[in-house]
């Protein structure tokens, strides 16, 4: 089974912005071992920003890009130099890829993305990719790496794509706000009252964001691959969710 995993900033790191060492070890663990088990793993891993906040000691996230960017370029080599390390303990080697909405808008830069991933999944390598945040703006780039994480499934024909969140899944209101609210097991297909659910974008729930996660599962479908959202504070979820087992909220792939 080729699986594209896809983790976000809420899961790495603490609210300091410095890496979650516990819960990123464990991860890691357990993409090792599912790798070990004969399954393709992809890795597409947000957190550079985050992580430079940490390590430049910055007071908050920076909001002008010049900021931003510079946070990228320092949070990025902790992120990796973190994930070669980890990996290497379960002799997995990983392979980086910063990519640009260039690089999937091109046909033939989207080509070459494609034969890089293909030869690294051949040759047993672990791609981890992330959005070249170093280089991207909010007007020119990819946007999300929930829209990233799908468009690499799509690309790569993946099986199954699963996105670590700090959310449990999909919910029929908002569940820090309503406590009657409750998780939506499948979801079949992406009607407009789905949608509905994920609120707009001011919204505490769209902000956390659910929007770009139904986008993604938009991508997901059309490619016929089922995507699950499932709470990333807990690694040990992938076992269940390979296996098929409820977890989260699975959006089906379309046949």
Do not use: W
């Amino acid at each position: 089974m080729r699986i594209v995993v896809k983790v976000g900033t809420s899961t790495l790191a603490h609210a300091t912005g410095r890496m979650n060492i516990r819960r990123v070890e464990a991860l890691c663990k357990v993409l090792s071992d599912v790798k070990n088990a004969g399954h393709e793993i992809i890795l597409v891993s947000s957190g550079a920003i985050g992580m430079g906040v940490g390590k430049l000691s910055l007071s908050r996230r920076p909001e002008d890009i010049p900021t931003k960017q510079a946070a990228a370029a320092v949070g990025q080599c902790e992120l990796m130099y973190t994930y070669d390390r980890l990996f290497s303990e379960y002799n997995h080697t990983v392979a980086q890829l910063l990519v640009t909405g260039d690089d999937v808008a091109d046909e033939v830069r989207r080509a070459h993305f494609h034969n890089t991933l293909y030869r690294l999944l051949e040759l047993g390598a672990l791609p981890v990719i992330n959005e070249n945040d170093t280089v991207a703006t909010d007007e020119l780039g990819i946007g999300d790496n929930d829209t990233l994480s799908a468009i690499v499934a799509a690309t790569v024909e993946a099986d199954l794509l699963v996105l670590l969140s700090d959310i449990d899944g999909l919910y029929t209101a908002d569940p820090r706000a309503d406590a009657n609210a409750r998780l939506i097991p499948v979801v079949e297909s992406i009607t407009p009252e789905i949608e509905a659910l994920a609120g707009d974008p001011g919204t505490s729930l769209g902000t956390g964001g659910m929007v770009t996660k139904l986008r993604a599962a938009k991508i997901a479908a059309e490619a016929g691959i089922d995507m699950v959202i499932a709470n990333g504070q807990q690694p040990d979820l992938i076992y269940d969710i390979i296996g098929g087992k409820p977890v989260g909220t699975r959006f089906k792939g379309r046949v």
